[in-house]
């Protein structure tokens, strides 16, 4: 074997084998070079989008909570104006049905000055309601029959 390398033609691909495989060598050192510096650049890459993901997240919370917590006040703030409301006819019922009690005509068979100013005041319409008559889908414009 020590002899062939010795001729022209074993120098030769003694040559040829060295260089293949420095070939070789410079190809796998690159190869290996240019993937890490891929995978850095993707894993940079990746972490971002990561990051930009969390932020995206938080941000959507966020905003859901503004929105609920708005959408609650405002139910707060309906919820509130109902019981004044409640309250208030609450208190007119009383005021009526104590009217009623004090009222000396309460008894008798016909209605009374005072028993008339009474019925007057539940269908007198509220600031902004309909008369008692619409809101019960009663039609004024007829007449009981006699």
């Not at 260089?19 to 410079?26: K, L, S, T």
């Not at 905003?63 to 208190?91: F, G, P, T, Y």
């Amino acid at each position: 074997m020590i002899a062939f390398l010795g001729t022209s033609l074993g120098r030769w691909l003694v040559g040829a084998l060295v260089a293949v495989f420095a070939f070789v060598g410079v190809y796998v050192l690159g190869d290996h070079r240019g993937y890490q510096r891929a995978a850095t650049a993707y894993k940079a890459e990746i972490a971002q989008i990561k990051a930009d993901a969390a932020t995206a997240r938080a941000n959507e919370i966020e905003r859901q909570d503004s929105a609920n917590n708005a959408a609650k006040a405002a139910e707060a703030s309906r919820i509130a104006q109902m019981q004044v409301d409640a309250d208030a006819l609450q208190h007119q019922i009383e005021e009526l049905q104590r009217e009623a009690h004090q009222d000396p005509d309460a008894g008798k068979p016909a209605l009374g000055a005072s028993s008339v100013q009474r019925i007057n005041k539940v269908r007198e319409p509220s600031a902004g309601a309909a008369p008692c008559n619409a809101r019960l889908g009663i039609n004024q414009g007829l007449r009981p029959s006699r």
